[in-house]
């Protein structure tokens, strides 16, 4: 009887080891960027070991002289370890009030998922194998509502050894603190830019336009995201861009142009 007892024990913990190494490589779990608003919880409330601060891991295209309420830009988290066998990471946005600002949108769901009510990005199960000793990951954020002032982005990063199990691994912190752009400092581009690009009817039941004035500014594609980051729809023909399947509400056009600069227009669909 004892003999049954403890196989049965052993089986059980093997399970629940596979089940947490399986989750955890599928996808951190919610809050463990080590942020403010997350408690500074990282990877080490499951993984064995301290946190390693490091400078540089989280990069972004955003102007130094800030970000621009309503804009999109790219982030990139990058991480790098000797001998590391696979990479996972998490990150979020904040403000000084440790509260969750912005709207992360997943540009790669083959590698990327939202996490934590959407409020954070983490790696899925395709997207841990390193190239070498290093690993990247690219998402877009789109910039919170004027006056939210500075924003910090914080990530967590789980360099894993690969042995399916919760020890042995390094983990490491590293954040990005990026400032509101003044008003008064906007670019001349900048106003080119959303002046010469418009998205009508908006709000729109059935079908969107988008109507550039300059061929300086031409599109190469639109993306559709919700409120809650997820992609709904991408096309490369901005005369005209059917939404009727959409729920009612407001929704994200991300414009992409030729010369490499994003436009990002908000639309409510009716």
């Known amino acids: 009887m004892k003999k049954t007892i403890y196989l049965l024990l052993t089986v059980v913990g093997f399970i629940t080891l596979l089940t947490s190494g399986l989750n955890y490589s599928s996808g951190a779990p919610d809050g463990k960027t080590g942020s403010p608003g997350d408690g500074g919880a990282t990877c080490t409330d499951c993984h064995s070991g301290t946190a390693n601060p490091v400078d540089g891991w989280i990069t972004t295209n955003i102007p130094e002289e800030g970000y621009t309420a309503g804009e999109t830009y790219t982030i990139t988290a990058m991480g790098t370890h000797d001998g590391v066998v696979k990479f996972g990471f998490e990150v979020t946005s904040e403000d000084m009030d440790a509260q969750k600002k912005g709207t992360i ?6 590698e990327n998922q939202l996490t934590n009510s959407n409020h954070a990005i983490t790696h899925t199960s395709s997207g841990t194998a390193p190239t070498g000793n290093s690993r990247t990951w690219n998402f877009d954020w789109v910039a919170p509502e004027e006056g939210t002032g500075d924003i910090t982005f914080y990530g967590a990063f789980n360099a894993a050894n690969g042995n399916g199990g919760t020890s042995g691994d390094v983990i490491y912190t590293s954040s990005l603190m990026v400032n509101e752009k003044s008003a008064s400092t906007t670019s001349v581009f900048e106003n080119a830019l959303a002046e010469q690009i418009t998205v009508y009817p908006n709000p729109a039941a059935d ?63 009716l």
């Not at 949108?105 to 083959?110: A, G, H, L, Q």
């Not at 005209?240 to 990002?264: F, P, Q, R, T």
């Open 105 to 110: 949108i997943v540009t790669n769901s083959t």
């Open 207 to 269: 079908h969107i336009n988008i109507a550039s004035f300059s061929n300086e500014f031409e599109i190469s594609n639109v993306l559709i995201f919700d409120l809650n980051g997820a992609l709904v729809n991408k096309t490369s023909n901005t005369n005209k861009i059917d939404i009727s399947a959409l729920k009612a509400g407001m929704y994200h056009v991300v414009l992409n142009l030729y010369n490499g600069e994003k436009v990002s227009k908000r639309v409510i669909k």
